[in-house]
């Protein structure tokens, strides 16, 4: 039997891509294998989202040829829709880009027939959602479910747009569809993801974000996990709708990037701090606890001290539940590149081990409002001593005698580097 082999960089996104390009290969007879083992087909999906990414995604090409020096390597993702003549240099046995990935056996096999390397990238400009479908999931109770590609914002920082192409939504119709074989297969919570998820429906008649929330919310789903949002998309309207809809886990990424109207502005993001902080109080309002996550970059070119201070202050004051912390990375190609001022890397490093300080105390400080609560947990690995799991906030609960794949009502008792200690409340 043939074996297949995948590494993953980068979003949820990819994770989907790479799930569904993994369920073609197993429908066509494949193993899956571990990257570390010796396979006979590796494939890794890249990103370029920053430096460090797209450097991991060259480096696990080598890692590949290393570890089978006579296998086939399939590159696919952000940095084969970029780069593909470059790839076929560095090794690549077929390059695929965010596209076609539902034929990537046929590739394959075509490659391997042609006995030369060949590349399957396609301009996205005017691209349609690509239906991909995932049988299972290396995580047993929590699935992805893409429902959307692509953005047009491009938000000068972002090398997004230029390898995902235009924004692109699933029907109502194939998500139904692709939720309910995921409630089939046992899965208990549901994450929608997409490179836009606020643009979904956008271009096409009658059909909005939280209809395809309802759709997946129809098929008995136990939780909906939502996946980045933009802040502009929350409104009275919006949050109301979503609060009708039992499933929808009370955790929001709302995608912040600085705290700086200045900065805001040259990264051309469509919201002021004032308008976001708005979007959060709305979500308060109608989820009084939920927790409010969030990217930040640290570093972006021609950031000031002052600018920077501003940012700490801002994301000091929200509240976040969990901050993700990135300094800067210049990607060549976007507006923000070509700006003349950028910010030396030492500069950088030390405003996001700033930024990354507020973020800890700011996370700590959300968290133990929550102690002494009782709260559902949908564990998801077993430990030692029973299991650890997240509640619908996504604060992360190990539980002595508590089984993977279980939900159960959970006292937090203790907290400590980011994990509850939680007592299953046999009364509940
Ligand atoms: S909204 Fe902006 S940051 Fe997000 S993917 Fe689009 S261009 Fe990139």
Same mark, same amino acid.
């Given at each position: 039997?043939?074996?297949?082999a995948f590494?993953?960089?980068?979003?949820k996104?990819?994770?989907?891509?790479?799930?569904?390009?993994?369920s073609?290969?197993?429908?066509?007879?494949y193993?899956?294998?571990?990257?570390?083992e010796?396979?006979?087909?590796?494939?890794?999906?890249?990103?370029?989202?920053?430096?460090?990414?797209?450097?991991?995604?060259?480096q696990?090409?080598?890692?590949?040829k290393?570890?089978?020096?006579?296998?086939?390597?399939?590159?696919a993702g952000c940095?084969?829709?970029r780069?593909?003549?470059?790839l076929?240099?560095k090794?690549?046995?077929?390059?695929?880009?965010n596209?076609?990935?539902?034929?990537? *056996?046929?590739h394959?096999?075509?490659?391997?027939?042609?006995?030369?390397?060949?590349i399957?990238v396609?301009d996205?400009?005017?691209?349609?959602?690509?239906?991909?479908s995932?049988?299972?999931?290396s995580?047993?109770?929590?699935?992805?479910?893409?429902?959307?590609?692509?953005?047009d914002r491009y938000?000068t920082?972002?090398?997004?747009?230029?390898?995902?192409?235009?924004v692109?939504?699933r029907?109502?119709?194939?998500?139904?569809?692709e939720?309910?074989?995921?409630?089939?297969?046992?899965?208990r919570?549901?994450?929608?993801? @997409?490179?836009?998820?606020?643009?979904? @429906?956008r271009?096409?008649?009658?059909?909005?974000l939280?209809?395809?929330?309802?759709a997946v919310?129809?098929?008995n789903?136990?939780?909906i996990?939502?996946?980045?949002l933009e802040p502009c998309?929350?409104?009275?309207?919006?949050?109301?709708?979503?609060n009708d809809?039992?499933?929808?886990?009370?955790?929001?990424?709302l995608?912040l990037?600085?705290?700086s109207?200045?900065?805001?502005?040259?990264?051309?993001?469509?919201?002021?701090?004032?308008?976001?902080?708005?979007s959060v109080?709305?979500?308060?309002k109608?989820?009084?606890?939920?927790?409010?996550?969030?990217?930040?970059?640290?570093?972006f070119?021609?950031e000031?001290?002052?600018?920077?201070?501003?940012?700490l202050?801002?994301v000091?004051?929200?509240g976040?539940?969990r901050?993700? *912390?990135?300094p800067?990375?210049?990607?060549?190609?976007?507006?923000a590149a070509?700006?003349?001022?950028q910010?030396?890397k030492e500069?950088?490093t030390?405003?996001a081990?700033?930024?990354?300080?507020v973020?800890k105390?700011?996370?700590?400080?959300?968290?133990?409002?929550?102690?002494?609560?009782v *709260?559902?947990v949908?564990?998801?690995?077993?430990?030692?001593?029973g299991a650890i @799991?997240y509640?619908?906030?996504?604060?992360?609960v190990?539980?002595?005698?508590?089984?993977q794949n279980?939900?159960?009502? *959970?006292?937090l008792?203790?907290?400590?580097?980011?994990i509850?200690k939680?007592?299953i409340?046999?009364?509940?």
């Amino acid at each position: 039997m043939m074996t297949v082999a995948f590494h993953t960089l980068g979003c949820k996104v990819n994770q989907y891509d790479s799930e569904a390009m993994l369920s073609e290969f197993i429908n066509a007879g494949y193993q899956h294998v571990a990257f570390d083992e010796k396979a006979d087909i590796y494939v890794i999906n890249t990103c370029i989202v920053t430096h460090t990414g797209e450097r991991k995604s060259f480096q696990m090409i080598r890692r590949a040829k290393h570890n089978n020096p006579n296998a086939f390597i399939v590159v696919a993702g952000c940095l084969a829709q970029r780069d593909s003549e470059k790839l076929l240099d560095k090794g690549a046995d077929l390059v695929i880009g965010n596209s076609d990935r539902k034929d990537i *056996v046929k590739h394959v096999n075509e490659a391997l027939e042609a006995k030369r390397a060949i590349i399957k990238v396609k301009d996205l400009r005017h691209a349609h959602f690509e239906n991909l479908s995932v049988e299972s999931y290396s995580d047993k109770t929590r699935a992805i479910l893409k429902i959307q590609e692509g953005c047009d914002r491009y938000c000068t920082y972002c090398i997004i747009p230029y390898v995902r192409g235009g924004v692109r939504s699933r029907s109502i119709e194939s998500i139904r569809r692709e939720a309910q074989k995921l409630v089939k297969n046992g899965y208990r919570e549901i994450v929608l993801t @997409g490179i836009h998820l606020s643009s979904y @429906g956008r271009g096409q008649e009658g059909i909005s974000l939280i209809d395809a929330i309802s759709a997946v919310a129809e098929e008995n789903i136990e939780r909906i996990r939502l996946g980045s949002l933009e802040p502009c998309i929350i409104d009275e309207d919006f949050a109301r709708k979503l609060n009708d809809i039992p499933a929808v886990c009370p955790q929001f990424h709302l995608s912040l990037q600085s705290g700086s109207d200045t900065v805001l502005k040259r990264m051309a993001r469509c919201y002021t701090t004032e308008e976001y902080t708005n979007s959060v109080n709305i979500l308060r309002k109608y989820y009084p606890d939920c927790a409010i996550t969030t990217d930040v970059i640290c570093g972006f070119s021609a950031e000031t001290e002052q600018e920077h201070e501003e940012s700490l202050s801002f994301v000091d004051s929200i509240g976040f539940s969990r901050v993700h *912390v990135f300094p800067y990375s210049r990607r060549s190609g976007t507006a923000a590149a070509k700006m003349s001022e950028q910010i030396l890397k030492e500069i950088k490093t030390r405003r996001a081990r700033e930024m990354t300080a507020v973020a800890k105390k700011s996370q700590d400080r959300y968290a133990k409002g929550f102690l002494g609560k009782v *709260v559902s947990v949908l564990f998801e690995e077993n430990t030692d001593i029973g299991a650890i @799991g997240y509640t619908p906030e996504y604060l992360r609960v190990e539980a002595e005698g508590a089984k993977q794949n279980s939900i159960a009502n *959970v006292k937090l008792v203790e907290y400590s580097k980011g994990i509850f200690k939680g007592v299953i409340n046999t009364e509940a």
